[in-house]
């Protein structure tokens, strides 16, 4: 099982090396330095969408099969999935004070962001109650046809989409590409450390029947002749 000690450098290590690459980001034309923590926003964003489409299928999976170990990792990586998205929207409101002078809660993509971080995390809450298999299958695959649903038809209000220098076109999305990457693999990483961790009534189970079995092996040790 991987140690929260490696977990934590490998993702801090991650996240110096997405600063450093924000950090020397190009600049875009309307935005100047403000495309930076759009960068961030993006990445995170769209890394949460990967999350919630491995949540989906680990959620088809666990319906079907019933399997409590797909269950397990359906559970490390909706939280993780959620945290991703949530850090997302956070950024996003970041960026749109920095590049438009305020948060615009009627603006379509960001309302659609937090009704379905609401849903998510509502979810995510049900999945922490109850310990059916298959309704955790079920559940799994719901954000990801809420973000089809509201984000894929949301109108692209504050999100210009013809305003970068054309020279600058292939180094800014190789940015984002990049930053993206970072985050799914920190994403991933953390997935891991959550779903390779064994059940906790499995443990306690595990535990009660070593010390039955210690205890019969002292009794039968130490019985009189």
């Known amino acids: 099982m991987p140690s929260w000690k490696r977990t934590t450098l490998y993702v801090g290590w991650i996240a110096v090396l997405a600063g450093v690459t924000v950090a020397f980001a190009p600049v875009e034309r309307t935005m100047g330095e403000g495309i930076r923590a759009v960068y961030a926003h993006v990445a995170l964003t769209v890394a949460g969408v990967v999350g919630f489409a491995v949540e989906a299928v680990l959620g088809v999976f666990a319906f079907v099969t019933g399997s409590p170990a797909a269950a397990r990792w359906l559970r490390a990586v ?61 559940l799994g695959v719901v954000p ?22 054309p020279e600058s076109v292939g180094s800014i999305q190789v940015t984002f590409v990049a930053l993206t990457v970072l985050c799914v693999a920190a994403g991933a990483r953390l997935a891991w450390q959550l779903g390779a961790r064994p059940p906790p009534g499995r443990t306690r189970a595990a535990r009660r029947r070593s010390v039955r079995s210690g205890a019969g092996t002292g009794a039968r040790t130490h019985r009189p002749a």
Not at 119 to 130: D, E, H, I, P
Request: glycine share 10%; proline share 2%.
């Open 144 to 165: 990801l046809v809420a973000i089809a649903s509201a984000l894929v038809g949301a109108r692209n209000a504050l999100h210009p989409g013809a305003n970068v220098i």
């Open 78 to 138: 909706a939280g993780v999935a959620l945290g991703l998205f949530a850090l997302g929207t956070l950024v996003s409101a970041v960026a749109a004070w920095v590049n438009w002078g305020g948060m615009f809660l009627d603006e379509p993509l960001l309302r659609s962001s937090v009704l379905v971080l609401a849903s998510g995390f509502l979810l995510y809450a049900v999945m922490s109650w109850t310990e059916h298999v298959r309704l955790h299958g079920a």
